[in-house]
């Protein structure tokens, strides 16, 4: 069962920084695709290295796909964040004139 819980973290780990890029990417673009499919051998090797079977693919599918989930909304908010930033320090700015 420690096998089992290590590899979903791993795979979560590996996989959020993808969907947080993924976000920065437009809809269905080369980026947007790699984001999501070059985690996937990675994946593959953690499962396949901790000895775990086939059986064992659909739960390393659903923490890949939280992961990007995750990853996503973490990288929105970020950037949402500094939208709202950027624009609070151009009104800030002194107006000549």
Request: contains cysteine.
């Amino acid at each position: 069962m420690v096998r089992v819980t290590a590899v979903l973290l791993i795979v979560m780990f590996v996989t959020l920084p993808f969907g947080f890029y993924r976000a920065y990417t437009r809809k269905l673009s080369l980026r947007w695709f790699l984001a999501i499919h070059v985690p996937v051998p990675f994946v593959f090797l953690t499962r396949y290295e901790a000895g775990l079977s086939y059986w064992f693919i659909p739960f390393t599918f659903a923490a890949c796909v939280a992961a990007q989930i995750v990853g996503s909304r973490i990288g929105r908010w970020w950037i949402g964040r500094r939208l709202v930033t950027h624009v609070a320090a151009k009104d800030l700015e002194p107006h000549i004139g």
